[in-house]
């Protein structure tokens, strides 16, 4: 049963379940304020469930690809959508700040450029 470690809670989640599926299902949520709410509920299309992953993950999926390439999203920001990850593995997990949480630290946004 992999474990998610996000907002100082550690989450028990089971393997297969998406990472969205299993935060929300833990009370807490991938979105900021108004995404909440205004979501496309998991399709991978809005874009407000992108968050900072640390641990072993699948590929990005097309949606995600897709969705990532295109502002306020960038493929250099290294980011993720929840709602396509399939947890299997114990994961880190990181909101950043933002609609779509797309506003990284400088430090974070440098970083990721060097990778
Ligand atoms: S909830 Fe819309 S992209 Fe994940």
Do not use: Y
């Not at 470690?5 to 299993?22: H, M, P, V, W, Y």
């Not at 807490?28 to 992953?53: D, E, F, M």
């Amino acid at each position: 049963m992999p474990s998610i470690s996000f907002d100082g809670k550690t989450i028990e989640c089971d393997s297969g379940q998406t990472l969205r599926n299993a935060l929300i299902a833990a009370g807490t949520s991938p979105h900021n304020g108004q995404s909440t709410w205004l979501n496309c509920k998991g399709l991978g299309s809005c874009g407000t469930c992108a968050v900072k992953i640390t641990g072993v993950t699948h590929d990005k999926t097309i949606m995600e690809k897709w969705r990532l390439s295109f502002p306020p999203h960038k493929n250099s920001s290294g980011l993720r959508l929840a709602c396509q990850v399939i947890v299997t593995n114990d994961l880190v997990v990181e909101k950043q700040n933002g609609f779509w949480g797309q506003k990284m630290a400088a430090s974070q946004s440098e970083s990721n450029k060097s990778t």
